[in-house]
């Protein structure tokens, strides 16, 4: 150990908590997060009990599994593309354009990321499906298929666009309008303004926005499995189905690893090449001067793009309440209440099961990730790094290589937890903690230091500084990350799914099974419920939100 | 409780972001009497903050000994070490109304309500914040800040109180206010204080004692009327105040020769005929007058502050000297070009080796 370490140590040591805690957050990490990986890994090398790398060879060669690559990186590819301009579309209207409803669209537009991520594919099936509102009943075609390249990526477009919305809305709102003003007013052209300023300057954060679009292509599970049909393999369901169908872990496990090594390069590039390269140019003052490089007729034409997105949304959404109500879809339209009967009776189970798994991860994940964000800007110790890469490291790792790892890391002593409540609690925790921790850390990094340092002056030790001080001022990352992890838990579905046991049943897994046997109403009634839950829990969270930060607008010196 | 604090070859050396490494604090020592208001003075990066936050706790020494009274605090974390800090920007706790953050450190020693109630008022009352307890932050002046901050050290009885650059966010003449209303609290309770600021007006005003810190080193220390009357080198003298540094000839025991012009200086420490020495004359310990006699310069520049008029004179020699004299409204202005005869005061030259 270097001497700066043992250094770092000994000051650590006079808090004793604080260093119990820390031990114990590095030991959980280690052995849920990083642990599970290794297996999966050491699986994927193994083949009737000695080292090969035969697996890999044997994937190679087989054409279903060069597909299952080529197909996977082809649509993540092309849905990073797309999801991000349509992304940077709706960020650009709604935040630099004078155009009218910008509140109601910005909802309706986020409305995917607050659903079950495969809602969407339910939607497809009941408009463009074999027996398709759309493709059936008004066009009249009968030899249409929705299933494959084109239904997988319309579908994932659909659901992840929102996410490069999201991010570069905050790329965009950071970027001073009074550059685009100082371009027109030397002489650029709208035009040229706009692709010589305004484009630059946010470009890292296009690339940033679509690399995680690609990431959340490459590891989405559902969508996949209801509408990528046989003949289009990906790689994610192709995982599921070896393990849970041909019960060969090891070529699950050398999936789930190809799967893994483009996320984790998207991750890498992400968060250590481009994180760095964003523009800030803010001012402190407000940045809500709308943009001149847009002239009137393109305005409109842009505005009117959002809004066919933002109806095609609402009209996803409407179909998935229409079908919850309606007997058999594409034969009897006679509205029903009995899918939520089915739902509050047969499935009432798994509804109380994933609440309480939500209920339970929730605050675990919301306080944990609040903790590492805290250690990992305010304290100094060896691992530091380390220990903030495992914990955000779950975020670049496919649910599905999760969930491979967990089987393998936990269906034998020492720790025997497949089946349980515990497994899918614990596997939550960790899963979506990252975006709570990043949202901490940024909120931590403007919050003067002196602010902790007096409370300790004033006598309190590390823990009672961050329960007194830190998490009050965190109050507002730390409830936004609460959101995230309660939709995540609710709407999990490709780690879960391997999780999931007779005693502890999911939804969402619940949605896939309705659409796998064809039960649609069943599976928009359970869709339903689960956006509902999900509306409700929002509004309460809010509301403690409200009620918690009473004061917390920051004090400036004058 | 106020404790002496005794400060033995403290050094502090950080890891500089390029790989090598900066002495922030290099072997200071410093005695600091129990009661006492000590400032430390200097530029920044001179290593006084750093020195407060190792007397904070919140930097470890790379070598050298911190006691208060006769205990070691080197190991001792700062929550434990019964100081109390006024921060540069005042570290209000944003989620707590005033009463709350003047109560904080009590609640954490798990008083009564009552008492905590007790003696929260009191130093509301104290630090003139009366009316204020249930005010937010976030709907107080910067001067009301800074009280609560104040107020909130205070409360503490802390062995030692500390203070960081408190003023330094406040305008000039809040700032003058506050620093009189510091250094009557600090005498009415009478706790050891440590106070790092860089602005030598601050420092002359409300210390027992100044210690001028240079580079990490301590360049002197002494009090106001000391440090500014017989500054140890050109950088304390150009540090406090301003001056004028003037190259001279010692002659006898009673005179300099300035550009061949005999100065009366008092206090020479005698040294060989002949030694070459720097004087520090203070612009304000020159007179003016239309002699034809003695040192003589042109005025170069001529400017009227109100209080006193502000002379830039060219001498013959011996370089361009600056020269305040009061009260311009009745005594006029000399015009640019004007030749005029400087005599400084014996008394106020200081000679350095």
Not at chain 1, 293 to 319: D, H, M, R
Not at chain 1, 340 to 356: C, H, I, P, R
């Amino acid at each position: 150990m270097t001497r700066r370490a043992r250094a770092e140590l000994r000051i650590l040591a006079r808090d004793p908590l604080l260093l119990a805690l820390l031990a114990g957050i590095a030991l959980a990490i280690a052995v849920f997060v990083v642990y599970p990986l290794l297996r999966v890994l050491l699986a994927s090398f193994q083949a009737d009990g000695a080292w090969t790398g035969a697996t890999y060879l044997d994937l190679a060669g087989r054409r279903l599994y060069r597909n299952a690559l080529v197909n996977s990186l082809g649509v993540g590819l092309l849905v990073g593309v797309l999801g991000t301009a349509l992304g940077y579309l709706a960020a650009f209207v709604l935040t630099r354009l004078d155009v009218p409803c910008r509140t109601l669209l910005h909802y309706v537009t986020i409305l995917p990321i607050v659903s079950p991520p495969f809602v969407s594919a339910v939607s497809i099936v009941f408009l463009f499906g074999f027996n398709g509102l759309v493709t059936r009943q008004v066009l009249g075609l009968d030899d249409f298929s929705i299933y494959g390249f084109h239904g997988v990526v319309l579908s994932q477009v659909f659901t992840f666009a929102p996410i490069a919305y999201l991010s570069l809305r905050g790329v965009l709102a950071a970027i001073s309008p009074t550059l685009e003003d100082a371009a027109l007013n030397i002489g650029a052209t709208r035009w040229q303004a706009f692709c010589r300023v305004s484009l630059p300057l946010s470009l890292p954060g296009i690339a940033s926005a679509f690399l995680v679009v690609f990431i959340e292509s490459m590891a989405d599970f559902g969508n996949p499995l209801v509408l990528a049909g046989a003949s289009f393999p990906m790689l994610a369901p192709q995982a599921y189905l070896e393990i849970t169908g041909s019960f060969n872990l090891a070529r699950g496990a050398t999936l789930a690893i190809v799967l893994l090594v483009p996320s984790l390069t998207a991750f890498a590039l992400q968060r250590y090449y481009l994180a760095k390269r964003q523009y800030i140019t803010v001012t402190g003052k407000p940045a809500t001067s709308t943009s001149k490089v847009v002239g009137p007729v393109t305005k409109w034409i842009l505005w009117g793009l959002v809004v066919a997105f933002a109806l095609l949304v609402a009209s996803f959404y409407a179909v998935i309440l229409v079908g919850a109500f309606t007997r058999v879809w594409g034969f009897n339209y006679t509205p029903t209440l009995a899918h939520f009967a089915y739902v509050f009776d047969v499935g009432l189970q798994s509804v109380k099961d994933t609440l309480v798994v939500a209920v339970l991860s929730t605050p675990v994940s919301g306080v944990l990730g609040m903790l590492v964000a805290f250690l990992v800007v305010r304290r100094r110790f060896p691992g530091r790094t380390a220990l903030e890469f495992g914990a955000i490291l779950p975020f670049a790792v496919p649910g599905t290589v999760v969930g491979i790892g967990y089987i393998l890391a936990f269906n034998a002593p020492p720790l025997v937890l497949t089946g349980t409540l515990g497994i899918l609690v614990l596997c939550f925790v960790f899963r979506y903690m990252p975006v709570g921790i990043q949202s901490g850390i940024a909120v931590l990094r403007q919050i003067d230091p002196s602010i902790e340092e007096a409370a300790q002056n004033l006598g309190a030790d590390g823990i009672t500084t961050f329960r007194k001080v830190t998490l009050p001022l965190l109050a507002p990352a730390f409830f936004s990350g609460l959101i995230y992890a309660f939709v995540r838990a609710m709407t999990a579905i490709s780690a879960a799914i391997f999780l999931v046991s007779a005693h502890w049943n999911l939804m969402t897994v619940q949605i896939l099974n309705q659409v796998g046997s064809g039960r649609l109403g069943v599976a928009a009634a359970f869709s339903v419920v689960v956006i509902a839950l999900v509306l409700v829990a929002i509004g309460i969270i809010s509301l403690l939100l409200r009620r918690w930060s009473r004061h917390t607008a920051m004090v400036r010196p004058a | 409780m106020t404790d002496s604090i005794t400060i033995a070859h403290l050094n502090k050396v950080f890891a500089s972001p390029e790989g090598g490494t900066v002495a922030a604090v290099k072997d200071v020592s410093l005695e600091i009497g129990a009661g006492r208001l000590v400032t430390l003075l200097g530029p920044s990066g001179c290593g006084k903050t750093t020195l407060l936050r190792m007397i904070a706790g919140f930097e470890e020494p790379t070598s050298g000994d911190i006691f208060f009274g006769t205990r070691r605090m080197n190991e001792m974390p700062p929550n434990r070490r019964d100081t109390a800090m006024v921060f540069q920007s005042y570290a209000i706790f944003p989620h707590l109304d005033v009463f709350e953050n003047v109560a904080f450190g009590l609640h954490l020693r798990h008083l009564s309500g009552a008492e905590i109630a007790t003696r929260v008022e009191r130093v509301l009352e104290l630090t003139g914040l009366g009316g204020f307890a249930r005010r937010a932050p976030s709907q107080l002046s910067g001067g009301q800040q800074q009280r609560v901050a104040l107020a909130r050290c205070i409360v503490m009885e802390p062995r030692v109180l500390l203070f960081d650059e408190p003023l330094s966010n406040l305008d000039a003449k809040l700032r003058e206010q506050m620093r009189g209303e510091i250094r009557e609290l600090q005498q009415r309770v009478g706790i050891t204080s440590v106070y790092v600021t860089h602005d030598q007006a601050e420092a002359m005003s409300i210390s027992d004692e100044i210690v001028v810190m240079n580079a990490g080193a301590v360049a002197q220390r002494g009090t106001p009327h000391e440090i500014y009357a017989h500054p140890a080198s050109r950088f304390v003298a150009g540090f406090i105040g301003r001056a004028n540094f003037v190259a001279a000839e010692v002659l006898d025991a009673q005179g300099v020769a300035v550009a061949g012009v005999r100065l009366a200086v008092a206090g020479l420490a005698g040294g060989p005929v002949g030694t070459r020495v720097t004087l520090v004359v203070r612009p304000e310990a020159v007179r003016l007058s239309q002699a034809e006699e003695g040192l003589r310069g042109t005025v170069v520049r001529a400017t009227f502050l109100g209080n006193v008029a502000e002379y830039r004179i060219a001498v013959a020699q011996a370089g361009e000297w600056l020269v305040e004299v009061p009260n311009p409204v009745e005594n006029g202005l000399f015009a640019v070009g004007t030749v005029v005869s400087l005599t400084p005061s014996a008394a106020a030259v200081h000679v350095l080796a």
